[in-house]
């Protein structure tokens, strides 16, 4: 569901958009490992505008559709191993930001969908929570100037998506003419029943 947010968001900001490219590291990369390395990731999505220019072209996003929320101080802390994550490893769920193997064929497969090697990603989230979440653009510049991933996003700026405010730009740009996605439609429906969203 977040990735169709996600989506319409993108379009609806002059954006062609593509789902679920998936990349995995090259054999050739050295440490390759079949056990480690043999399942592929994905890029939940990207966006390509065919009239703006430099990183701010091509928009890939992260979806992250946690209901309890998005902690990007503690999940920071996690990364960099300065907290203990419960279940799995927290780099399993930002390996394009974390691991150099990953980070190479990510980047990879941006280029081959979109031409360029840099662009703008973001971690697309229900809603921030925790110390620091009042303010999307500093927990962003956190995120950016830690670096590890400031290495593996080098010419790429940052940010964080939030549902919230995406559902806003999305209500915004409402008109009363059937929307192209059922998101869209679901918002006009919405609208129209009086359901505040």
């Known amino acids: 569901?977040?990735?169709q947010v996600?989506?319409?968001y993108l379009q609806l900001n002059g954006y062609f958009t593509r789902h679920n490219l998936k990349f995995r590291p090259s054999k050739a990369f050295p440490g390759y490992s079949a056990h480690e390395h043999s399942v592929a990731s994905d890029v939940d999505v990207i966006g390509i505008h065919p009239s703006l220019?430099?990183?701010d072209r091509v928009r890939v996003v992260s979806c992250k559709a946690w209901q309890a929320g998005f902690f990007p101080a503690g999940k920071l802390a996690e990364l960099r191993e300065e907290?203990?994550?419960p279940k799995r490893a927290t780099w399993r769920h930002f390996r394009e930001l974390?691991?150099?193997e990953w980070s190479e064929a990510f980047r990879d497969?941006?280029?081959k969908a979109a031409g360029q090697r840099d662009f703008h990603y973001s971690i697309a989230v229900a809603a921030l929570k925790g110390p620091g979440s009042n303010d999307p653009t500093a927990a962003a510049a956190a995120w950016s100037a830690d670096p590890t991933i400031a290495k593996h996003l080098d010419g790429c700026t940052f940010s964080f998506l939030t549902m919230k405010?995406?559902?806003?730009?999305l209500q915004a740009s409402l008109t009363t003419t059937p929307a192209a996605s059922e998101i869209g439609r679901l918002a006009q429906?919405?609208?129209a029943a009086g359901v505040e969203a």
């Open 109 to 111: 497969e941006v280029e």
């Open 1 to 3: 569901m977040l990735e």
């Open 6 to 8: 996600v989506e319409d």
């Open 83 to 85: 907290k203990a994550n």
């Open 165 to 169: 405010d995406m559902w806003a730009h």
């Open 98 to 100: 974390w691991r150099p």
């Open 189 to 191: 429906l919405l609208r």
């Open 53 to 55: 220019s430099g990183p």
